[in-house]
């Protein structure tokens, strides 16, 4: 079972900001938020991943709610190889945990 | 480029063989994990090694198996193959144990007929 729920699909234009949204209300304490893309045709490719504060980095950022039990990812402005499925997970440092990926957000880019 | 070698690319065969796919990880990292994309049940994880050692398993069959050795190449052996067994594998290299980053190799696919 998910431990993340993410909109199937989303759409933005060109140069524009998007925000990917991920609800994780059974977070735990110790759980990281890893966000992860993949590109049509290759493997998934790291994005950006935080615990409790925001975090900035030349991909993207990643706000965390002061509850943790929401995230967003933010990509400033969008270009068209930015057009991936983008997946949200919680990373639990306990042994034997499984890595649940879930089914990821697909983002169209328009032109 | 990740930085994650897998062999082979492509691999077809037909039901009831057995095959070995090979995942070179990152120079440095001690972590392998094995992931398995299908079209229907998108990125399931399989298994992951830390430094030779078993660390977590998540929907491995019984039919696959998987070991990692002391140069830290992995291998993942799948048995009596069947069609629903045709996929994408990856495989996935981290520093520690601890899930870090996972950085992604090109993947090996599958197909069985």
């Known amino acids: 079972d998910a431990k993340t729920t993410q909109p199937n699909s989303m759409e933005s234009n060109e140069e524009e900001p998007v925000h990917l949204p991920c609800n994780h209300s059974?977070?735990?304490?110790?759980?990281?938020i890893h966000w992860y893309r993949q590109l049509p045709s290759q493997g998934p490719e790291y994005v950006i991943h935080?615990?409790?504060s925001n975090v900035n980095n030349r991909m993207a950022s990643l706000a965390i709610a002061e509850d943790r039990k929401s995230s967003t990812l933010i990509l400033h402005r969008a270009t068209l190889r930015d057009a991936a499925v983008y997946y949200c997970i919680l990373f639990s440092r306990a042994r034997d945990d499984k890595i649940i990926f879930g089914k990821g957000t697909r983002l169209h880019i328009l032109p | 480029d990740s930085g994650v070698t897998q062999t082979p690319k492509h691999l077809i065969t037909a039901t009831g063989q057995r095959v070995t796919l090979r995942c070179s990880p990152r120079?440095?990292?001690?972590?392998v994990y094995w992931y398995q994309q299908s079209l229907d049940q998108g990125l399931q994880f399989l298994i992951q090694y830390y430094n030779g050692e078993e660390r977590a398993k998540g929907n491995i069959l019984e039919r696959f198996s998987a070991q990692q050795f002391p140069d830290l190449h992995s291998e993942l052996n799948l048995s009596s193959l069947e069609l629903g067994d045709s996929a994408l594998y990856f495989c996935?290299?981290?520093?520690?144990?601890?899930?870090?980053?996972?950085?992604f190799g090109p993947g090996t696919r599958l197909l069985v007929l």
């Open positions: 935080g615990l409790t």
């Open positions: 059974t977070i735990s304490g110790t759980d990281y």
């Open positions: 120079s440095g990292d001690l972590s």
């Open positions: 996935a290299s981290s520093v520690g144990a601890l899930r870090e980053t996972q950085y």
